[in-house]
Structure formats: C-alpha cells, structure tokens
C-alpha cells in the first residue's frame, strides 16, 4: 500500500485548505484511514480518523472547524480545514490501518502501518 499526501501550502489564519490522500497498490473501502500531524519540536499528533463504515472521530483541537471525508472509488481521503489557526502549522501525514473492517477506533501512532510522506501546512498569523 502506497499513501500520497497533497494539497497543503501557506494561508493566513481564517483561511481554509483541502489536503488529499491517494491510496495505491492496495485497497481502501475496508480500512479505518486517518490523518496526523506534526508540528517541529513535538510528538506526532492525532488529527481525525474515518473508519470502513464512515465514523468520523476528530481531536478537540480541530473539532468544528475539520471534516474528514472519503471516496473509497477514487481511493482518496480529504481532510478540509477551515477557520485555520497558527497554531495548525505542521506536516500533515495521512495513514492506513493493515487491519480491514476493524471494530474499534484507534486515535494513536501505533495502530497504522501505512503512512503517507506528509504535506506542510503553514497558517501565519
């Protein structure tokens, strides 16, 4: 499986962005897909994460102004930011679950086993 991350750049705080996710070599339709990030100087994050049957689950920090969203026939996965804060500056990574049709949600690094090369969003302030 192959993850490509795109769509980030530079925005004034206020605005928005749309990143995207192409998956390759491998499927998508059975497997939870989330988004992460990272800011320099800090841990890897928890964004939002989509599962198989469409449940969305996002971090306080984006609740509200994030929607993750996906097209298993295209095999992409979007994540539209709006309302953008500096305080979302980092590289965005998009990631896949090895497990298909899991049942529980899993917020942390551990649970994804294929990740995408990442795309830099910078909000000035």
């Known amino acids: 499986v192959q993850l490509q991350a795109s769509g980030g750049g530079l925005v004034q705080a206020g605005g928005s962005l749309r990143l995207s996710c192409a998956v390759s070599?491998?499927?998508?339709?059975?497997?939870?897909m989330a988004w992460f990030r990272q800011a320099p100087g800090k841990e890897r994050e928890f964004v939002s994460v989509?599962?198989?049957?469409?449940?969305?689950y996002y971090a306080d920090s984006v609740k509200g102004r994030f929607t993750i969203s996906r097209d298993n026939v295209e095999k992409m996965m979007f994540l539209q930011m709006d309302s953008l804060k500096p305080e979302d500056t980092a590289v965005y990574y998009c990631?896949?679950?090895?497990?298909?049709?899991?049942?529980?949600?899993?917020?942390?690094?551990?649970?994804?086993?294929?990740w995408g090369q990442g795309t830099q969003v910078t909000v000035s302030s």
């Open positions: 989509i599962t198989w049957r469409d449940r969305t």
């Open positions: 070599r491998g499927g998508m339709r059975s497997y939870d």
């Open positions: 990631a896949q679950r090895s497990n298909p049709r899991s049942s529980g949600v899993l917020t942390t690094r551990g649970g994804y086993d294929y």
